[in-house]
């Protein structure tokens, strides 16, 4: 029905290609006036030394040997250094390079469903959809996305050297197959799942899994095989993925890019990836309200609810037409290749992204357009409707495709366009306020700053941008407290230490060690500072017997008796902290810190009322404390919910 409206016109594959070559490059027309953005472009290429070295010898070693933003992906950055050698740090050269690798996949899906199916016109569709879907602008436009479109041409590249093996299987063709699949997972590891798809791909349309209660067709294309045979054949490829994702989760974890485990409990990530499976699904369907940043939201169990009722609803019409291979096929690999980003194994912060569709979306895409094609050849007039909902779809994407790439116009668009979605979006207000610190709009700056910081109190990251955003103001003491405060929330920051060495070495009367005129020993300066030092390397114990040391030689030393009463709450031990806290109060009843921890102190043991107390005091001694407001009002709030 489809394949023989779009033979018509296209009588061979050269054609085909050069529609969906047009197609593509007039949805992705805004791409040329695109410049790099703020998020992860500066690491990956505009601040980064080895990729505007280019192809040299060190810029070759910094690709096989960097773990930069948790990633092993060598291919990619000698990809990005190709580039560099060739145009420069040019952001107008880096888009069109992502874009034609995106073109060559779209003709490369096209190349591989038409030689595995033989249906011109059903392929074409997938390709097109494929091509200018919105939800996979984000994989083209963003040049730190390069890893997307690479791994997935070497995806496609696997299939149709799989589908030459499959004809005539030696170990020569299964070789190549490993060869192309090491390449994708070179560029991004998302190609683990690999293996399994191409046991998806010998079930359909290659059809090369014997079934013992058939008969098999004597003549039959590809050489059919036994489940157990079709697995064994993929051992050397399964041992890959293994590795390469091993491989993956330890960088990721060293790099502190995958979130703890005790912060998502295993019952939150099954529900959020639910929750994730229903969006990805839904924003296929109605491409509206795509972001950069997605921020995870509290559980919405009715929302989970439904995501669960949807997938079962669809699994269950994928089993009750099962003859129907297609559906069975499309919709496993739509959820298998969606399952290393579903959330079960949480990297970074966000709930869901657009990027982590563009593989998936090749299964849900064949699957739909197959089973279109098997409702609209029932009716009378399927043949034109078939043409009509094909035409129309992809006009609609086209359009969608190019308005969602204007968002990725610059830093400014982009962060702007994700607040207007989502106004609490702290990300976005993040980086955007980091956008506004570089073109020194310091006012608008310091509020989307701020306001990241009261959306999320305990991310170093925008604390520390607020720190330096001061830093460049002259405003030492709001520098200190910020990257003070930075280190209180993680004592390991580097960023944080070394913005609060620079802001005292330029501004030493800001860290005066007491505010009460007490000026404690020489010794008990010299131990306070070693007990520090522990404390920053997790050693309480130690640390704590320093702070000791030092309130013995000056037991009204109010920054020694704060920071006991610090390690003592890392020790579990809240009473002794108190009595800790309290003591440098009476010596320091000024120091906005004090009130501050000995109110979350109180807060930890639901003494609501001294807890509000505290805060209170610390916001009359600094009415712009951020920190302060916030626990303040996350106090108020949790009272009430306990009364």
């Not at 990005?80 to 050698?85: M, Q, S």
């Not at 436009?141 to 004809?167: G, H, I, N």
């Not at 972001?291 to 019409?317: E, G």
């Not at 009204?556 to 806290?581: C, I, M, V």
């Amino acid at each position: 029905m489809i394949g023989a409206v779009f033979s018509q016109r296209f009588r061979n594959g050269s054609g085909i290609c050069c529609l969906l070559i047009a197609i593509t490059t007039i949805a992705y027309v805004p791409l040329l006036k695109c410049d790099f953005v703020n998020l992860d472009d500066p690491i990956y290429v505009t601040e980064n030394s080895a990729v505007a070295s280019g192809l040299c010898w060190n810029s070759i070693v910094y690709a096989w040997t960097t773990n930069d933003l948790g990633n092993w992906i060598p291919l990619t950055w000698l990809s990005f250094e190709c580039d560099a050698a060739l145009f420069g740090i040019n952001a107008t050269a880096f888009h069109v390079t992502n874009l034609v690798w995106h073109v060559l996949n779209v003709c490369l899906l096209y190349l591989v469903l038409y030689q595995m199916t033989g249906a011109s016109g059903r392929s074409t569709v997938v390709a097109a959809l494929f091509a200018v879907h919105p939800l996979h602008v984000e994989s083209v436009a963003w040049v730190s996305e390069r890893k997307d479109v690479l791994s997935t041409f070497w995806l496609l590249m696997t299939l149709l050297v799989y589908e030459r093996y499959a004809r005539h299987p030696t170990r020569l063709g299964m070789t190549c197959v490993g060869v192309t699949m090491v390449l994708g997972l070179l560029a991004k590891p998302m190609l683990v799942t690999l293996p399994i798809l191409l046991l998806l791909v010998d079930i359909w349309p290659l059809r090369r899994l014997r079934i013992p209660a058939q008969c098999q067709i004597p003549d039959e294309l590809y050489a059919a095989r036994t489940g157990l045979q079709l697995l064994t054949e993929k051992l050397l490829l399964i041992f890959l993925s293994v590795a390469d994702g091993l491989i993956t989760i330890i960088i990721q974890r060293s790099e502190g890019a995958m979130e703890a485990w005790d912060q998502f409990p295993a019952y939150q990530r099954a529900c959020y990836a639910i929750q994730g499976f229903g969006w990805y699904l839904w924003t296929t369907l109605y491409p509206s309200g795509l972001s950069v940043y997605y921020p995870f939201k509290p559980l919405s169990f009715p929302l989970v609810s439904l995501s669960a009722l949807v997938l079962i609803a669809v699994s269950f019409y994928v089993v009750g037409y099962r003859d129907r291979r297609h559906l069975v096929v499309g919709w496993l690999w739509f959820v298998i290749a969606l399952l290393p980003v579903s959330g079960l194994l949480q990297v970074g912060g966000q709930a869901h992204a657009d990027r982590y569709a563009y593989i998936p979306h090749i299964g849900l895409f064949v699957a739909g357009v197959w089973e279109a094609e098997y409702w609209f050849v029932k009716w009378s007039a399927g043949r034109y409707l078939a043409m009509t909902a094909a035409v129309t779809t992809i006009a609609l994407c086209m359009v969608l495709c190019s308005f969602q790439t204007i968002v990725w116009s610059n830093s400014e668009t982009l962060w702007t366009h994700a607040l207007e979605l989502d106004p609490d979006n702290y990300a976005a207000h993040a980086n955007l306020g980091v956008y506004k610190q570089g073109q020194r709009d310091f006012a608008r700056a310091e509020f989307h700053l701020r306001r990241a910081v009261a959306l999320r109190p305990a991310w170093v990251l925008a604390i520390t941008n607020l720190g330096w955003l001061h830093v460049q103001r002259k405003e030492w003491e709001q520098a200190e407290e910020s990257f003070a405060w930075a280190l209180r929330v993680d004592p390991k920051s580097t960023t944080a230490r070394n913005g609060l060495a620079q802001v005292r070495a330029r501004r030493p009367a800001v860290s005066a060690p007491v505010r009460d005129g007490h000026q404690p020993d020489n010794d008990a300066i010299v131990s306070n500072r070693l007990g520090l030092k522990h404390a920053r390397r997790g050693e309480f114990e130690t640390a704590l017997r320093h702070f000791r040391e030092a309130i013995a030689i000056a037991p009204e030393y109010g920054h020694a008796h704060n920071n006991a009463a610090l390690a003592l709450g890392e020790l579990k031990r809240p009473d002794e902290a108190e009595t800790h806290f309290r003591l440098a109060l009476k010596f320091d009843p000024d120091n906005r810190n004090f009130h501050v921890n000995l109110g979350a102190l109180l807060e930890s043991q639901r003494n609501w009322n001294e807890a509000r107390k505290h805060y209170q005091i610390a916001l009359r001694l600094n009415p712009n404390d951020v920190e302060a407001q916030q626990l303040l009002e996350s106090l108020l709030k949790n009272s009430a919910t306990h009364q």
